[in-house]
């Protein structure tokens, strides 16, 4: 790993351990590298999984392979490959995947289709099957690890192990979630893509789940950029082992079911921020508040397009007020706006309000919230109560260094 | 003016004067620089006008003013204020741009209709009226002076003036085009937008002019991106004086007509490449060639997520045939694409087809093309007839530095 991002927590969190989850790593050597480069997650029978993946129409097998899978609702294994993301490799890429799949059903006497598989590296050249399958025979007899090793295992160009974890009750029932997640943008390609994965010991339906995730993801995952390129591989897998003993959920309706999706959204919020946190040359994190949109959707897609601004990057990792680039940004969004009933903040100063500069606005605060490095941008656009918060980073010589300065 | 871009053409063309246009330039002082920052070009009665401005939700009054006036078809001037964008400036702003065109209109006893303005610059600062009413007196009494001067007094960020021409043959009579514009990017905030004049001696119906322009438009402007930002303020302004003495244009069956669209349209391509050949930072010009895509939109709509790419830009400036971040960019697009039947090539050589990487091509051309200022990068979706051809630049430190290390 290079320097650790300035954004980047203190420590790695310490995570409760979860009833049914087995964590392994091995040294596969997709890259030239010597740390472990293959993470194997073993789950008890019994497993529910729900999962979302890329939008991408350009997806990676391993992607498409864990949409096959994800409606069928069980799941035993974990299968994470870093170094290569097997993308665009055509029928050996879809090959390795079933290898890899194969050999853990044969190990674990389960299903294929019980067994998830992420990759995640450069990309157009298939993963060597041999390698694969060499790393997961010294995984499989490997010593289990805790999750900041296998956190590590999955990263590539990452600063930092990413982990985070909640918990809620049900019934009488304390159930623990704890999620992993590797990727320093939304996309970082040759090198990176957003993997997390969360485990939980709760009781619950594979369907209920799935809607649980479905809608965290959308307030969460769904909510940062770190340069608007959208991966082939982007994976977050929940998996349940159901070994807290509570009620099994089935329904919103039950008892914690509530608390729970909660918690999993809280979770998701924590993994999502780590990311952003180590965006490609980063050096401020920022949040984006809209309200008063035409509706919650609009009001996404004009905070993204904010924070997709180079314009609005640029000028927040110089640490310039420069809300004329906000207002471009949201002009240039597509989405119902008025120029003159929009109002703008940077941190809590309203520097521009009803179509024009706040004359006389205390210029003394916002230019100390922007020397801070977390920053928060509110957009009032005036027309209704759409809302949405989205999470980005600045734009800095780093990502360039990172991006150009680079050979693949 | 800073360092002249390395994509500059040599110097500026000899472009021909154009009947019934006089070009004048003065200082009216919007920043504290001690060039020429007001330009003002009067045409003679009878100039048809035609034109195209920003699909910006938040755009600047003048703006508006142009979009209320093109459609009444007739001009006889044209202010051009750089400094000062007027954006997001309320009524203020508005008043500022309704002084000018009384001023103008009372000076040549014309309609204030038939006066255009455009302002570029800061957003959010009003437009000083004084200052702009002693500049137009100044400019007013000022020696007529050539394209270069205008096109200088223009720009703004801009590193060279930029002019162009075309002609067509209108039955037996020859027409002239020339145009200037001004922009550094789609938009550059603070201190650039992308203005464009056209002028032409050719006697051409209003309604046929703009749906030439709109056409032209379609396929030149809306084909070029910088970095992704709209501006607030971007305007094409074409102005035909009717000089030339040809039967007047009224309908594209007119003899001619398809001559006169073409040179437009060619014009138009010109002052596009030249506003990507100063886009800030750049250090390379590339064009993206979209085939066989469902239409010709969606293969637009694909050219500019690729074009827009951060990942894509930054290994461009890299010289890094990095094809994975084209296919990734293609998966964002949000438009059909299959990613077993498309095909990428860099210059002239097809790195990947059908899925996955062309197996051993050969890379010295390739890295060749790469080293180069002109790059060309080919993507067949292998989908159907849509096509079309997008221009931007590469992401650099340049970049960062002109937008980022740097206060407003």
């Known amino acids: 790993m290079t320097d650790r991002s300035p954004l980047a927590p203190a420590a790695f969190p310490s995570l409760p351990s979860i009833e049914g989850v087995t964590l392994r790593t091995a040294r596969a050597g997709y890259k030239a590298w010597t740390r472990c480069d293959l993470t194997y997650v073993e789950m008890d029978a019994g497993t529910a999984?729900?999962?979302?993946?890329?939008?991408?129409?350009?997806?990676?097998?391993?992607?498409?392979?864990?949409?096959?899978?994800?409606?069928?609702?069980?799941?035993?294994?974990?299968?994470?490959?870093?170094?290569?993301?097997?993308?665009?490799?055509?029928?050996?890429?879809?090959?390795?995947?079933?290898?890899?799949?194969?050999?853990?059903?044969?190990?674990?006497?389960?299903?294929?289709?019980?067994?998830?598989v992420s990759s995640t590296g450069v990309i157009g050249v298939p993963l060597p099957i041999d390698k694969a399958e060499a790393g997961l025979?010294?995984?499989?007899?490997?010593?289990?690890?805790?999750?900041?090793?296998?956190?590590?295992?999955?990263?590539?160009?990452?600063?930092?192990?990413?982990?985070?974890?909640?918990?809620?009750?049900?019934?009488?029932?304390?159930?623990?979630?704890?999620?992993?997640?590797?990727?320093?943008?939304?996309?970082?390609?040759?090198?990176?893509?957003?993997?997390?994965?969360?485990?939980?010991?709760?009781?619950?339906?594979?369907?209920?789940?799935?809607?649980?995730?479905?809608?965290?993801?959308?307030?969460?995952?769904?909510?940062?950029?770190?340069?608007?390129?959208?991966?082939?591989?982007?994976?977050?897998?929940?998996?349940?082992?159901?070994?807290?003993?509570?009620?099994?959920?089935?329904?919103?309706?039950?008892?914690?079911?509530?608390?729970?999706?909660?918690?999993?959204?809280?979770?998701?919020r924590q993994l999502a921020h780590l990311v952003v946190r180590d965006g490609e040359g980063a050096t401020k994190f920022v949040e984006i508040n809209v309200e008063g949109a035409t509706s919650d959707d609009s009001a996404h897609r004009i905070g993204l397009s904010i924070a997709n601004s180079p314009l609005v990057k640029t000028?927040?990792?110089?640490?310039?007020?420069?809300?004329?680039?906000?207002?471009?940004?949201?002009?240039?969004?597509?989405?119902?706006?008025d120029r003159d009933t929009l109002s703008i903040r940077f941190g809590t100063t309203q520097v521009a309000s009803g179509g024009l500069a706040v004359e006389g606005y205390d210029e003394a605060p916002v230019a100390a919230h922007l020397k801070g490095q977390d920053i928060v941008i509110g957009v009032d656009l005036g027309l209704g109560d759409g809302r949405a918060t989205i999470w980005t980073c600045d734009l800095t010589h780093g990502y360039i260094s990172i991006n150009a300065d680079y050979r693949s």
Chains 1, 2 share one sequence.
């Open 49 to 116: 999984v729900a999962g979302v993946t890329t939008q991408s129409k350009c997806p990676s097998p391993e992607v498409e392979w864990c949409r096959d899978a994800i409606p069928l609702g069980s799941a035993r294994a974990l299968v994470v490959n870093a170094g290569n993301a097997n993308a665009f490799t055509g029928h050996r890429g879809r090959a390795a995947v079933e290898a890899i799949a194969a050999r853990v059903a044969n190990h674990l006497s389960c299903l294929p289709s019980d067994v998830f």
């Open 137 to 268: 025979d010294a995984a499989f007899t490997a010593i289990p690890c805790g999750w900041e090793e296998a956190a590590t295992t999955i990263g590539t160009t990452d600063t930092y192990a990413k982990g985070a974890s909640a918990s809620a009750m049900i019934g009488d029932v304390r159930v623990e979630l704890v999620g992993i997640i590797k990727g320093s943008g939304m996309i970082a390609p040759d090198m990176a893509t957003m993997l997390g994965y969360i485990f939980t010991d709760a009781a619950i339906d594979p369907a209920l789940l799935q809607s649980m995730l479905s809608a965290a993801n959308k307030r969460t995952f769904s909510c940062i950029t770190v340069d608007s390129d959208t991966s082939t591989s982007d994976t977050v897998l929940a998996f349940a082992t159901g070994k807290a003993g509570n009620a099994p959920l089935t329904s919103m309706d039950d008892a914690g079911a509530d608390a729970f999706h909660a918690a999993l959204t809280d979770l998701c």
């Open 315 to 337: 000028a927040i990792a110089g640490e310039d007020a420069n809300w004329g680039r906000v207002v471009a940004a949201i002009g240039k969004a597509g989405e119902p706006a």
